[in-house]
């Protein structure tokens, strides 16, 4: 069966530093995957999206950056975080998009 | 890209009582899913339902596509159904999933 494994599971990190968050999927072969970020209240943004190796597109212009250096692995990165960076992180993946969409456990940033 | 609207924004049950949400697509989508975020935040994956119902014991959804929304019906709620119900849907063949604001059910014993 497929899994998604997300870490770390929390972060305190101050202003500008850097930032990487990894995901990995298993169980599969060249899933779609996603990074979303949910800001205190409700609501998900998706930030960035992937349909295979080296392919990224940005959802919203921002002070992140994504990869995806090989066929189930992303990564969240940041060369200098801002306070606004703060929020929780997910990664999802689907096949085909046709299947659903599963999410990872989350990452709670905090920058301070 | 597609509007996803979920009502009611909040709900405060008593344990035992049913309940219903709702979410409305401002488009036809392909693919509709309706979640749980627990407290500790990771989002569980309900129903997979871009049309028709379907029954997962106390749970159960309906998808009416040619009118664009979908309900998820909750029997007989426990404190444990406590937390937000996200509904997500994708507007294109690609697949970005845009979800609602949320529904914050509250169950009390």
């Known amino acids: 069966s497929q899994t998604i494994h997300q870490w770390p599971a929390t972060l305190v990190q101050p202003v500008g530093s850097p930032l990487s968050l990894e995901c990995t999927v298993e169980?599969?072969?060249?899933?779609?995957l996603y990074w979303y970020r949910q800001a205190a209240g409700r609501g998900l943004q998706l930030l960035f999206y992937?349909?295979?190796?080296?392919?990224i597109s940005s959802e919203v212009p921002q002070n992140l950056s994504a990869s995806r250096p090989q066929d189930r692995q992303f990564i969240l990165s940041s060369k200098k975080l801002l306070l606004s960076d703060s929020g929780f992180y997910l990664c999802?993946?689907?096949?085909?998009?046709?299947?659903?969409?599963?999410f990872g456990s989350g990452t709670r940033l905090t920058v301070v | 890209g597609i509007q996803v609207e979920q009502s009611p924004p909040d709900l405060i049950l008593q344990e035992g009582a049913n309940s219903t949400l709702r979410c409305n697509f401002s488009?036809?989508?392909?693919?509709l899913q309706w979640f749980h975020q627990n407290p500790w935040g990771q989002l569980i994956n309900l129903f997979y339902?871009?049309?028709g119902t379907k029954q997962n014991g106390r749970l159960s959804a309906t998808t009416v596509a040619t009118e664009r929304y979908s309900l998820l019906y909750i029997s007989s709620s426990q404190t444990t159904d406590s937390g937000v119900y996200f509904c997500?849907?994708?507007?294109?063949?690609?697949?970005?999933?845009?979800f609602g604001q949320g529904t914050i059910l509250t169950v009390h014993p």
């Open positions: 999802a993946w689907s096949q085909l998009a046709v299947y659903g969409y599963t």
């Open positions: 169980g599969t072969s060249n899933p779609n």
């Open positions: 992937s349909v295979g190796i080296g392919q």
């Open positions: 488009d036809s989508v392909n693919n």
């Open positions: 339902i871009p049309s």
């Open positions: 997500a849907g994708t507007g294109t063949s690609y697949g970005k999933l845009t």
